[in-house]
């Protein structure tokens, strides 16, 4: 395991941060990671892999991720696609029960303002 420091971004369960997606790129800071800073007011911390489901859920409630937007580099979801979420709107289909499956060794700490950690691992893909 790589020595933390402060700088060190965490994951949920408080270890180093794992990537999310590098195809298609990821995270506020388009870096592959769910990691937040004090400009990212959405919280873009939780690593989900979208479902189509989750994508309809999303799109009705004026967020589409499916469509591409190319003007800013922006290449649409499709199902399987890994992709740093908003917390609250994982929250949200969370309580509408459409979230999608969540990556938690690669969802920033800072989802935890908004998500609960048992909540979380209920739907997480990566915990044995």
């Known amino acids: 395991?790589?020595?933390?420091?402060?700088t060190t971004p965490l994951n949920v369960l408080g270890e180093p941060?794992?990537?999310?997606?590098a195809d298609p790129v990821t995270g506020f800071y388009r870096d592959g990671f769910c990691r937040c800073g004090p400009d990212d007011v959405g919280v873009h911390a939780v690593c989900v892999v979208m479902t189509?489901?989750?994508?309809?859920?999303?799109r009705e409630r004026g967020n589409d991720l499916s469509t591409p937007?190319?003007?800013f580099g922006f290449p649409g979801l499709r199902a399987g696609d890994s992709w740093c979420l908003c917390a609250t709107r994982w929250q949200e289909a969370?309580?509408?029960g459409c979230p999608p499956r969540v990556?938690?060794?690669?969802t920033g700490e800072a989802a935890l303002e908004?998500?609960?950690?048992?909540?979380?691992?209920r739907y997480a893909v990566d915990l044995s």
């Open 1 to 6: 395991m790589p020595a933390m420091d402060k």
């Open 17 to 21: 941060l794992q990537s999310c997606s």
């Open 52 to 58: 189509n489901e989750f994508l309809a859920f999303s």
């Open 69 to 71: 937007m190319p003007a």
């Open 94 to 96: 969370y309580e509408a």
């Open 103 to 106: 990556r938690i060794q690669a």
């Open 114 to 121: 908004h998500c609960e950690l048992g909540a979380l691992k």
